[in-house]
């Protein structure tokens, strides 16, 4: 394409640069528009490079990167309103230099949108950019950044950004604060640099500062730096309680830092092991899990304290259901076809839940679909009754949903007449009124119905709704009854 043809792109919308990129395909099946299609690409998202204006990119400068970026996420920036950007920006400014890179990857293509033409509208805008291009490991285009910008960081920023990411910036750490060298501490102990670590405690200690070992602490567990926390556990004297021990577990089973788990059930007397291992469950890091089932393996069983299902709760609550649930299967030997307290089967949790691909991993490691809960509902018919007949081994012929609505319906109508009488009274409406409204709400608890109740249950509600009750036996059967009684007492 021409220069002039490349100008005159610059002048169209946005949207139509979008939907450019957007239907260009990524593979194509001739050579020729492969190379057609790839020379577009590049060109229009040159453009939209050059649209988009100065100052770092959000994005590296590889070409599907910026087509991604223009597809997904620009459209969303224009929205924002300046109240966002500025809480975004504050709020990656607090937390980066404590907190692991993989966890503020958004935030940092969010802060270098918002700030890369005009970094002086933020206090801190120049820090933030440098930060956030370290934050994506392009430390080259921060170095870059850093030649231009590198005079006008305050001390404050320049000690931050070389704690946490080491950019060979001069520090007159001496002329640091308290609470500064604090900050300073946990960016080292984020990245496990324990010389840094230790240079920074002694400043604080010559300033007769109070070190803030649990924050550093944290920090370490976070990023899962077991050299940092070991030397402040261990050698740092008796500085963390039971309480910020628990919290350091926390963090390492929420950020899925196996090694300082381990550490943690290894050495320490914890309190409330099963509440930390019901967290475990929940965020299925099987690295964190397989520790417990090493350390604490009476907390990796069939039931939880509460006699639900550890299966249940991970279908329930759980963020990573299909490896946790292969964990508890292959490595805490659970019970998969236990029933909890609820009358139910993982199976059965699965399929009421809709988790198909979930219920085929637990086909696959054992389970039955066979076992009736409470209201004699197997899991293959519940599966069955979802319209995911391929799940359900168990053979079902084509009118079983059907039968059941209308054993279901016909348990309802039995009562149908007095109960619309009775609502016609109780409300003063019509019974025209009454039965319309009595008719929408019949066909949902039939639907309800036919879904959740076993067949073998609506059979023998469907019976004992059509025998009659006999209220007076008789004179007849009461001297029978008498007879027989006598004869019983001779």
Known sequence: MTGKSSAALTCLPTEILQQILSYLPTEDLSQNVQWTCTKLRDVTCLVYRTRYGKGPAPVSENVDDWKTFAIQYEEVYLKDTNELKEQTIDAFLESYFEYPDETLTDEARDIIYYLHES???????????????????????????????????????????????????????????????????????????????RYIVELVLAKDGEVDYIRAATAAARSGILEIFEYIHAGCGNVLNSADLALLMDMSIRYGCANITESLLETCVLEGIQA??????????????????????????????????????????????????????????????AIGRDGLTAAHVAAEKGLFEELELLLSLGASLTSCGLIEQTAAELVYCSHKHSIAHQTFSPGLIDRKKDLARH????????????????????????????????????????????????????????????????????????????????
């Open 119 to 197: 970094p002086q509208e933020h206090p801190r805008g120049f820090e933030a950019i440098v930060a956030a291009l370290s934050v994506q490991n392009r430390y080259l285009d921060a170095s870059e950044y850093l030649k231009t910008s590198a005079n006008l960081l305050t001390l404050d920023s320049k000690a931050l950004l070389q704690a946490r990411f080491n950019l060979k910036l001069s520090v007159a750490w001496h002329e640091c604060s308290i609470e500064l060298l604090n900050q300073s501490l946990s960016a080292t102990a984020t990245i496990g640099n324990l010389n840094g670590f």
């Open 276 to 337: 930390h291992y019901e967290s475990a469950l929940r965020f299925g890091h099987v690295e964190i899990l397989l520790q417990f089932a090493k350390y604490k393996p009476g907390v990796a069983a069939t039931y939880m304290e509460s006699g639900d299902l550890q299966l249940s709760f991970v279908l329930s609550h759980g963020e990573k259901k299909c490896k946790t649930i292969y964990f508890l299967a292959k490595h805490a030997s659970v019970d998969i076809d």
């Open 411 to 490: 348990v309802l109508k039995m009562s149908r007449g007095e109960n619309i009488r009775a609502l016609s009274t109780k409300c003063r409406e019509e019974v025209s009124g009454i039965e319309s409204a009595y008719d929408d709400a019949e066909a949902k608890l039939v639907a309800l119905w036919a879904r959740n109740i076993g067949m073998q249950t609506l059979e023998q509600l469907h019976k004992m709704l059509e025998t009659p009750v006999v209220l007076n036996p008789g004179p007849a059967k009461r001297a029978g009854e008498a007879k027989e009684l006598a004869f019983l007492n001779r």
